[in-house]
C-alpha cells in the first residue's frame, strides 16, 4: 500500500480478517436469525461445550436445536442448519434429515420439535396513577414478550408476570388467572413438557381495568 510501511503478506492477511470479521455476528446468532428468517415462530440453541451431557441428553461436543413444529420442510430447517453451524459441528435432536452441501456431500443434521403451546391470562388491574395513557397495551405487550422469550420446557412462572405487569400506570394487581388457552384458568404456573413452547398472543390477554 502507497504511503503506508511496508507489511508482509500475512500481515496484510491479518488486518483484512479484523476488517471483516470485527462487524459480524455469532454464529449461534447468525444460525437463529436465519432460522427464524425461514418463518419459525420459535428457536432455541443449546451448545454443548462443557464435559458432561445436558439435562436434555445433549452429547459433549454438539448442538441441540429445538424449532416449534411448523409447515416448514424438514429439510430446508436442516439445509439452514448446514450451512451456518460452526464447522465439524456435530448435531443433537429426534428428527434427523440427510442433506447435501454445496459439493453434493451427504450430511445427517439432527434437531427437535416442539409443539407451540398458547397461553391465555385473565387479568384485573386498577391502575394508581393518574398517567395511564398506553398503559393497558403496554402491559399485554410486555407479558407476551416474556411468554414468548421462554424456551422450550420451560414453565410459565405465575410470580413472575406481576413485576410485567406493576410498572406501568403504578397497576395494582387484583386477580391473575392463566393456563393453557381453553383450559380452566388457575393461579399456578403452567407446566411446560420438553417439547412443547409456551407462546402467548395479545389477543389471548384479558384485561379488565376496575
Same mark, same amino acid.
Given at each position: ?137 403496554? /402491559?399485554?405487550?410486555?407479558?407476551? &414478550?416474556? +411468554? =414468548? $422469550? !421462554? *424456551?422450550? @420446557? ?10 410485567? /405487569?406493576?410498572?406501568?400506570?403504578? &397497576?395494582? +394487581? =387484583? $386477580? !391473575? *388467572?392463566? @393456563? ?31
Amino acid at each position: 500500500r502507497l504511503g503506508t510501511v511496508a507489511e508482509t503478506e500475512q500481515h496484510y492477511r491479518n488486518d483484512r480478517n479484523r476488517a471483516v470479521m470485527n462487524p459480524s455476528e455469532s454464529v449461534a446468532d447468525a444460525l437463529l436469525a436465519k432460522l427464524i428468517g425461514l418463518g419459525l415462530d420459535q428457536v432455541e440453541l443449546q451448545n454443548n461445550d462443557g464435559d458432561a451431557a445436558l439435562d436434555d441428553g445433549t452429547p459433549v461436543g454438539h448442538i441441540h436445536i429445538t424449532v416449534t413444529d411448523t409447515l416448514i420442510p424438514d429439510e430446508d430447517i436442516a439445509t439452514t442448519i448446514l450451512k451456518y453451524k460452526s464447522l465439524g459441528t456435530p448435531t443433537f435432536g429426534s428428527t434427523t434429515v440427510v442433506v447435501n452441501d454445496t459439493r453434493g456431500l451427504p450430511h445427517s443434521i439432527s434437531f427437535s420439535k416442539a409443539d407451540a403451546v398458547p397461553i391465555e391470562m385473565d387479568i384485573n388491574v386498577t391502575f394508581l396513577s393518574t398517567d395511564i395513557a398506553g398503559a393497558e397495551d403496554s /402491559i399485554k405487550a410486555d407479558l407476551a &414478550a416474556y +411468554v =414468548n $422469550s !421462554l *424456551l422450550a @420446557g420451560e414453565d410459565v412462572i405465575w410470580s413472575r408476570l406481576f413485576e410485567r /405487569i406493576t410498572p406501568y400506570g403504578k &397497576a395494582q +394487581v =387484583n $386477580s !391473575l *388467572l392463566l @393456563g393453557k388457552f381453553g383450559d380452566t384458568l388457575t393461579i399456578s404456573n403452567v407446566v411446560i413438557i420438553d417439547t412443547e413452547f409456551a407462546t402467548q398472543n395479545t389477543i389471548n390477554i384479558n384485561l379488565v381495568v376496575s
